[in-house]
Nanobody, 122 residues
C-alpha cells in the first residue's frame, strides 16, 4: 500500500489550498484517515481526522478554517485549507489508520504518506 499526498505549495496569508492523499494497493477498507503537520524544529501534530462514518475532528488551531473529507470509492482523503496563516506553514502528512488488506482482512495496518509542503508567506 502506498499513500501519495499532493496539493501543497506557496500561498499568501488568507489564501486557500486543497490537499489530497490517495491510497493505492490491495486495500479492503480504511477505518480512519488523518492529516498531521510538522513545522521546522517542531514535533508532528495532528491537524484533523475523519472516521469511517465520516465524522471529522479538528485541532483547535484549525477549527473553522480547515475541512477534512474522504472518498471511500477512491481511497482518498482531502484537506481543504482556508484562511491560511503563516503559522500553518509545515509539511503535511496523511495517515491511513487501521487499514485492512484484501489479502489479509483480519489484520490492521497503518500507513503514512510522504508529506507535502505548505508555505504561507507574503
Amino acid at each position: 500500500v502506498q499513500l501519495q499526498a499532493s496539493g501543497g505549495g506557496l500561498v499568501q496569508p488568507g489564501g486557500s489550498l486543497r490537499l489530497s492523499c490517495a491510497a493505492s494497493g490491495s486495500i479492503f477498507s480504511i477505518n480512519a484517515w488523518g492529516w498531521y503537520r510538522q513545522a521546522p524544529g517542531k514535533q508532528r501534530d495532528v491537524v484533523a481526522t475523519i472516521t469511517d462514518s465520516s465524522t471529522p475532528n479538528y485541532a483547535d488551531s484549525v477549527k473553522g478554517r480547515f475541512t477534512i473529507t474522504r472518498d471511500n470509492a477512491k481511497n482518498t482523503v482531502y484537506l481543504q485549507l482556508n484562511s491560511l496563516k503563516p503559522e500553518d506553514t509545515a509539511v503535511y502528512y496523511c495517515n491511513a489508520h487501521n487499514v485492512r488488506l484484501a489479502t489479509a482482512p483480519h489484520a490492521y495496518y497503518d500507513y503514512w504518506g510522504q508529506g507535502t509542503l505548505v508555505t504561507v508567506s507574503s
